[in-house]
Antibody, heavy 118, light 107 residues
Framework: QVQLQESGPGLVKPSETLSLTCTVSGGSISSYYWSWVRQSPGKGLEWIGYIYYSGSTNYNPSLKSRVTISVDTSKNQFSLRLSSVTAADTAVYFC????????????WGQGTVVTVSS | EIVMTQSPDTLSVSPGERATLSCRASQSVSSNLAWYQQKPGQAPRLLIYGASTRATGIPARFSGSGSGTEFTLTISSLQSEDFAVYYCQQYSNWLRTFGQGTKVEIK
């Protein structure tokens, strides 16, 4: 059974960079697309972007200038960096796996709360 | 960007009754549509993909239908564990987009 676990600081200061890592267990990171999705308090789901295990990426245009997703196949991990954060970036951040060629999300992490505040 | 609009925002249903949730796409997504269920404090769970195929382990009381721009998720007889928020998501366009969600609450 594939399991995903997010990790990283729960509090980030405004203007700094948010960094999260997703560790995949129970399966290989290879041959799949992997994604980050966030959910602001009381709001719906926002797709941030995805990465293929080979390293190719695609990002939500609304965040593209601030987002970097990377992968480390040797550690079975992928990561999210979001720069110049503001209070609007306060959210629960989920990592998830795409089924097949990047279609729908079949496995999700439990989510991690990130608060942007000084 | 393909905009996904769900209706209603909130659906009040009694246990044992049928619930019908709608999702509309701003342009055709063919059958490239998924439905997810999310309970408070939990991650979304995949229910339906390909507009009508149940994911592994999903009870038969959940069914999906539609294609193009109009989609429906039906829960035939609501159980207590089905009260949650439901999201649709299109994967026709590289910019994956979700609907705003429909909350199914106890009447």
């Amino acid at each position: 059974q594939v399991q995903l676990q997010e990790s990283g600081p729960g509090l980030v200061k405004p203007s700094e960079t948010l960094s999260l890592t997703c560790t995949v267990s129970g399966g290989s990171i290879s041959s799949y697309y992997w994604s980050w999705v966030r959910q602001s308090p009381g709001k719906g789901l926002e797709w941030i972007g995805y990465i293929y295990y080979s390293g190719s990426t695609n990002y939500n245009p609304s965040l593209k200038s601030r987002v970097t997703i990377s992968v480390d196949t040797s550690k079975n991990q992928f990561s999210l960096r979001l720069s110049s954060v503001t209070a609007a970036d306060t959210a629960v951040y989920f990592c998830a796996r795409y089924y097949g060629s990047g279609s729908f999300l079949d496995y999700w992490g439990q989510g991690t709360v990130v608060t942007v505040s000084s | 960007e393909i905009v996904m609009t769900q209706s209603p925002d909130t659906l009040s249903v009694s246990p044992g009754e049928r619930a019908t949730l709608s999702c509309r796409a701003s342009q055709s997504v063919s059958s490239n549509l998924a439905w997810y269920q999310q309970k408070p404090g939990q991650a979304p769970r995949l229910l339906i993909y390909g507009a009508s195929t149940r994911a592994t382990g999903i009870p038969a009381r959940f069914s999906g239908s539609g294609s193009g721009t109009e989609f429906t998720l039906t829960i035939s007889s609501l159980q207590s564990e089905d009260f949650a928020v439901y999201y649709c998501q299109q994967y026709s366009n590289w910019l994956r987009t979700f609907g705003q969600g429909t909350k199914v609450e106890i009447k």
